[in-house]
């Protein structure tokens, strides 16, 4: 299930670093005539890109050092390879593993994913922190952050869902436990009973090893359990917390709690997330291997 918390963070972060709005450029089986299984073997992917002597890459920024399954991309790309030789990007390939990851519970798509995306061929770690919603945001941030790829505030809370799997590590969010603001305290605003849960695993705020669930008890399946949690004052970061801190946030919070509601509209905001900022038509290149820029 880490896969699938490293395929969604991929998508909802790293769609959006670079390049031009041109989302229209996707169709639907864009490879049905160069590669017809693509799909079933099934951005611009520069969070794959490895770094260099001379560059340091996104996935070696600080935010992205727990991101785990590249090996997976790699594998899949190096299938399509086998049966359609540079022909299938690395963005798309990680636009439909992420629907493919979430969906796989149900057995069927989630979600349509238009494809024809190209890959990029720059991957800088200092554009990260400007790009990526940190976990210690304010809401007014994450707003902003989110306004910035032209995403509204139901997006926002919509695409926080994705919380509801995976893990993460102590460092980003130990302050809330221990020192929140600067004189050895706790957050008030994180339901005392889970703070202290949550000291049981993260003992200091040097700790950034261990994992911990970002939606307890509920970290291995996709479902909106996320929401009662976070109503309930269990939003593991600041920024999960921020999702209450004004009406119109929280009135979503509580609309999302209805399971069928949130995946329709997570299935929408991720479209329209895929479509942000991607490469097309003659722009980038299709890689050979998703780690390495063609030479």
Not at 154 to 166: I, N, Q, R, Y
Not at 214 to 232: G, V
Request: aromatic share 8%; glycine share 6%; with cysteine.
């Amino acid at each position: 299930m880490k896969i699938t918390f490293f395929l969604v963070a991929c998508f909802l972060v790293l769609l959006g670093l670079i390049g031009d709005c041109n989302g229209g450029s996707l169709v639907k089986n864009f490879y049905r005539n160069s590669c017809p299984q693509a799909e079933n073997i099934g951005c611009d992917g520069s969070v794959l890109l490895n770094s260099t002597d001379t560059n340091t890459a996104e996935k070696d920024a600080i935010p992205n050092l727990s991101l785990a399954g590249f090996d997976v991309i790699d594998d899949i790309k190096s299938a399509l390879e086998e049966k359609c030789p540079k022909t299938v990007s690395c963005a798309d390939i990680l636009a439909l593993a992420t629907r493919d990851a979430v969906s796989f519970q149900f057995n069927k798509p989630m979600w349509q994913v238009l494809t024809g995306r190209r890959d990029g061929i720059i991957s800088k770690s200092s554009e990260v922190l400007d790009n990526i919603p940190s976990p210690f945001s304010n809401l007014t941030i994450l707003k902003q952050n989110f306004a910035n790829k032209g995403l509204a505030l139901h997006d926002l809370v919509v695409l926080s869902g994705a919380h509801t799997v995976g893990v993460t590590h102590c460092n980003l969010f130990s302050e809330r436990l221990y020192n929140f603001t600067g004189k050895g305290d706790q957050d008030p605003s994180l339901d005392p009973t889970y703070a202290e849960f949550l000291k049981t695993k993260c003992q200091s705020l040097d700790d950034d090893t261990t994992e911990v669930e970002m939606d307890p008890n509920s970290s291995t399946n996709f479902d909106s359990n996320y929401y009662p949690n976070l109503l309930q004052n269990k939003g593991i970061f600041t920024s999960d917390s921020a999702l209450l801190t004004t009406g119109q946030s929280a009135d979503i919070v509580k609309e999302l709690v209805d399971q069928q509601k949130f995946f329709t509209e997570f299935a929408q905001s991720m479209q329209k997330m895929g479509a942000i900022q991607v490469l097309s038509g003659s722009d980038g290149e299709i890689r050979i291997n998703c780690s390495l820029v063609n030479s």
